[in-house]
C-alpha cells in the first residue's frame, strides 16, 4: 500500500519491540534497486520501504501489496519521510547522483550524512552502502587518484567513503562496490530497467566491424543487477556481524563482479555470439595511438578519462559474486550476460 511517512511510522506498536524485518531502500525505482525490491520481495517476509522520485517507474511490485511502503521524494529532501526512515531495520541505499556537481555532493554526501542522522539506532541492525569499484585499487584501498582527477561522481563517492569509515555507525555499514553493470534486456518484456551499460550494448555491436581489428592489454570485471540483487538480499537476511574482512577497516568493503576478462576476450565473444569473423591478427592499441586516435577524432577527454587510459586493467582482489556466499550466479560468463540481455545473434537490435 501507499502511505505517508507518518503512516509508516506509527505501524510499530513499540519502537523498542523487535518486529518483522523492515527493509528502507533508496534509489527503489532504478536498475539495481529494483532487481533488489523483487528478490527481497519473493524470498523474504520483510516489510519494503521503497524511497523514489518516480512511483510509475516501479515495475517489478505491486505498490499496494500491504508489504509495500511507497516514500515518495527526493533524497536531499528526507524529513517528510523521518518517522518511516527510523522504523527500519535495515537500510540498502542504491541512490546516487553524477552530472551536475552541487547536487552529485548533495546526494552523494549530504544525503549520506542526513540518511544516517534519521535512522534509529536502536532498532538498525545494518546498513548496505552502494559505492563504486571504481575508485578502489586493487587491493580495495580507496586510490589517491579518485580525488585527484575524479569527476564529481567519483570524487563524492570517495568523500562518502573517508567519511563513513569514522561514523559511530561504521561497524553496521557494509560498503558494496559494483563493478560493470549489465542488467534488463535490450528488446522489450522486461519489467526491470535496463542499466547503461546493456543499453550501450546496441553500439558496441555497431562497432564490431572496427573493433575487430582492434588489440589492448585491458581488463576488467562485470555483474548483473540480478547478482547484486543476490548478494544484497543475502546480507540483508542474515545477521550482521562486524566486519570479517582481513586487511580492511570498520566498514566492510565488498567488490560485487565476476572474475576478470579482458578487453581482446570480450570482443572476441562478441563476434561469436554475433556470428561474425574474428580475425587472428590486429592492431595494438598502444599509448601514442590513443592519444593520435582522440586528437584524430576530436573525442573529448578528462582527467580522469586519461587516468582510465593509462590504468588499463581495473581488477580488484577479492570480489564477491554470489557464490561466495554460497549463492548461484544467473550470469556468471560474458555469454550468460548477452543471453539474458536477449541479444540477437543476427540482424538489427531494435
Avoid at 589517491?144 to 563517492?157: D, H, L, N, R, S
Wanted: charged letters at 20%.
Amino acid at each position: 500500500m501507499s502511505t505517508t511517512a507518518t503512516e509508516a511510522g506509527r505501524a510499530i506498536a513499540d519502537p523498542g519491540v523487535p518486529s518483522r524485518a523492515r527493509i528502507l531502500i533508496t534509489g527503489a525505482s532504478g536498475c539495481v534497486g529494483q532487481y533488489i525490491t523483487a528478490t527481497l520481495y519473493r524470498n523474504s517476509d520483510a516489510d519494503l520501504l521503497l524511497l523514489l522520485r518516480d512511483p510509475s517507474k516501479l515495475k517489478v511490485v505491486d505498490p499496494n501489496d500491504p508489504r509495500i511502503t511507497l516514500l515518495m521524494g527526493d533524497l536531499r529532501e528526507l524529513d517528510p519521510h523521518a518517522d518511516a526512515i527510523a522504523s527500519a531495520t535495515r537500510v540498502i541505499h542504491t541512490a546516487t547522483a553524477w552530472g551536475d556537481p552541487e547536487r552529485a555532493r548533495q546526494v552523494n554526501v549530504v544525503a549520506v550524512k542526513r540518511l544516517l542522522e534519521l535512522v534509529n539506532p536502536a532498532r538498525l541492525e545494518q546498513v548496505i552502502y552502494f559505492s563504486t569499484a571504481s575508485i578502489l585499487d586493487r587491493q580495495l584501498k580507496l586510490l589517491p587518484e579518485a580525488m585527484a582527477y575524479g569527476t564529481e561522481y567519483i570524487q563524492t563517492k570517495a568523500q562518502c567513503l573517508e567519511q563513513l569509515e569514522g561514523h559511530p555507525l561504521a561497524e553496521r555499514i557494509v560498503a558494496v562496490f559494483p563493478t560493470l553493470v549489465f542488467g534488463g534486456r535490450v528488446t522489450s518484456g522486461d519489467p526491470h530497467p535496463t542499466s547503461y551499460l546493456t543499453a550501450g550494448l546496441k553500439e558496441a555491436i555497431g562497432w564490431l566491424w572496427l573493433a575487430r581489428w582492434l588489440r589492448t592489454d585491458a581488463s576488467f570485471h562485470f555483474i548483473h543487477a540480478a547478482d547484486i540483487a543476490t548478494v544484497c538480499a543475502h546480507l540483508a537476511t542474515h545477521p550482521h556481524e562486524p566486519n570479517p574482512e582481513p586487511g580492511q577497516g570498520v566498514v566492510r568493503r565488498l567488490v560485487l563482479g565476476q572474475a576478470p576478462i579482458q578487453i581482446n576476450d570480450t570482443v572476441r565473444i562478441l563476434c561469436r555470439w554475433r556470428r561474425c569473423w574474428w580475425p587472428s591478427i590486429g592492431v595494438d592499441l598502444q599509448g601514442w595511438l590513443i592519444e593520435a586516435l582522440i586528437r584524430l577524432l576530436r573525442i573529448e577527454v578528462n582527467a580522469w578519462d586519461r587516468f582510465s587510459i593509462r590504468q588499463r586493467h581495473f581488477v580488484h582482489e577479492p570480489v564477491s559474486p554470489p557464490e561466495r556466499f554460497g549463492r548461484v550466479s544467473l550470469a556468471p560468463t560474458l555469454e550468460a550476460v548477452l543471453e539474458t540481455a536477449a541479444v540477437p545473434h543476427r540482424g538489427r537490435m531494435d
